[in-house]
């Protein structure tokens, strides 16, 4: 089967797996968040107090339409300092749940818009952080950055606190297609911040780049690469755009008529790999491309490669807080997820309470599932013992993985399953015949974006 009646066949609605048992089937009225706070404590004991911190700051002065992020628009900075303190007070109420002083070892501030706080408000937030915690030696700071008004001040003032690593949302460069996402900065201004994080010192910077957004071509799409490639980032995200207006109501602004169709979107993707690949860029994972040089190819080589709710990481750590509006925890045995409303967050943090609103306590077939899924997710590769393949959940998932190994998606053996070059593509499908909780109930309504 060629490449075309594949995409074909196998553009159906499928989740991104950045966790197992995927958001719609976690509790909410049920979820018990002692139980949550008790699955904490053993991991990080476990993990002898190390954790990775994300922190959701959700303000942006404009929408972007094409978003899928949990945002807050607004012109008005005087809610950096409010959130900010909030975010702090969350902060301590797990480092004094926790009992002991945390190490960190990942922090990500990701939005919204990271940038749209001050620098002095970013350095408040960093060091009020780090107040009652240690930093690990090999510790990971990064920041999703607007190219339009991150500033050599924000630069320098992370930078000095720690930060190596930043990612700017470029989406595409043609005038059109900014329009119509209302996401608009130009090549130059790219360039600029871009070479000001070189000059300063930082070792990783990302673009990320979106296909299939409404009326991108393949002319204005290969112009914006073009425009890419000459700036040499160290790393390439290469999205496909998730048009999901049932749940991000922005996305009407424009319908599917402005949408390129499957064959197109797919030309558009190849296109982009293929550039990508014949420039030096090495493919990572799912949608990620990065230089040999860059740490998250080392990562690919030495096995360590990791995802989570924060992407893709050089190395695994079991301990994910998140802290702000509707961010996410994993402590591998159990997700928790914040509410959803700046007003309700800063609401329960000033009283002094947890503002977790739902989340999952995985089973034993839920810890194996997620296992197997990782496994694909960053080595392309998972294997099973001979007890596990006669389990009933398992027995399932074999079925479902021969039609794909029929269509050369995967080689299927008796305890293990390898992902070929052209498995590569649809990686989220070969997740998707490990999704037990799915298959035994599909969701009420749509959740899920198309898989292409």
């Known amino acids: 089967m060629n490449i075309k009646l594949l995409t074909e066949k196998y553009r159906v609605a499928a989740p991104r797996y950045t966790s197992y048992p995927t958001v719609p089937y976690w509790e909410e009225e049920t979820f018990n968040l002692n139980d949550w706070l008790t699955c904490l404590k053993s991991s990080y004991d476990k993990e002898q107090h190390a954790v990775s911190l994300y922190i959701h700051l959700p303000f942006c002065e404009s929408l972007c339409t094409y978003c899928g992020c949990n945002t807050r628009i607004t012109r008005n900075h005087g809610v950096e300092r409010p959130y900010i303190d909030a975010v702090l007070k969350e902060w301590d109420l797990y480092a004094d749940h926790l009992g002991s002083k945390p190490v960190i070892k990942e922090i990500h501030l990701g939005g919204g818009t990271p940038t749209f706080f001050s620098p002095e408000n970013l350095a408040l937030l960093i060091r009020g952080l780090q107040d009652k915690a240690s930093v690990h030696a090999d510790a990971e700071f990064s920041i999703e950055g607007h190219p339009n008004n991150t500033t050599s001040d924000h630069l ?3 930078y000095a606190l720690g930060f190596r690593r930043i990612s700017f949302g470029i989406q595409d460069f043609d005038v059109k297609v900014q329009q119509i996402i209302n996401r608009i900065q130009s090549c130059e201004s790219v360039k600029t911040v871009t070479d000001q994080a070189r000059t300063i010192g930082y070792q990783s910077i990302n673009y990320d780049l979106i296909y299939g957004l409404p009326l991108q071509t393949p002319e204005g799409l290969r112009e914006t690469i073009s425009k890419v490639l000459a700036l040499r980032p160290d790393r390439i995200a290469f999205y496909s755009y998730a048009h999901v207006p049932w749940i991000k109501p922005g996305q009407r602004r424009y319908t599917e008529a402005h949408l390129p169709s499957a064959e197109l979107k797919n030309k558009l993707y190849e296109m982009g790999r293929e550039r990508f690949i014949a420039a030096g860029y090495v493919e990572i994972g799912m949608d990620h491309f990065t230089l040999k040089t860059d740490s998250l190819y080392k990562a690919e080589l030495d096995k360590t490669l990791h995802r989570n709710f924060m992407g893709y990481t050089e190395h695994a750590n079991n301990v994910l807080i998140g802290l702000g509006v509707s961010a996410i925890s994993d402590c591998w045995t159990a997700f928790a997820q914040n509410v959803k ?3 309700s967050y ?3 943090v000033n009283a002094g309470e947890f503002p977790v609103i739902r989340g999952h306590i995985l089973e034993e ?3 194996k599932i997620r296992r197997h899924i990782l496994n694909i997710m960053c080595k392309t590769y998972t294997s ?3 007890s596990e393949r006669q389990e009933p959940e398992m027995k399932g998932i074999l079925e ?3 039609a794909l190994a029929a269509d050369g998606l995967v080689e299927l053996r008796e305890y293990d399953l390898k992902v070929t ?7 989220r499908n070969i997740c998707m015949a490990f999704d037990a909780r799915l298959w035994a109930r599909q969701p009420e309504t749509q959740k899920f974006s198309i898989a292409d």
């Open 365 to 367: 077939t839920d810890l």
């Open 341 to 343: 409303t700046v007003e």
């Open 156 to 158: 320098c003032t992370l």
């Open 346 to 348: 800063l609401k329960l």
């Open 384 to 386: 099973w013992g001979v």
């Open 421 to 427: 070059p052209l498995g590569k593509r649809f990686l």
């Open 400 to 402: 479902r993985l021969k």
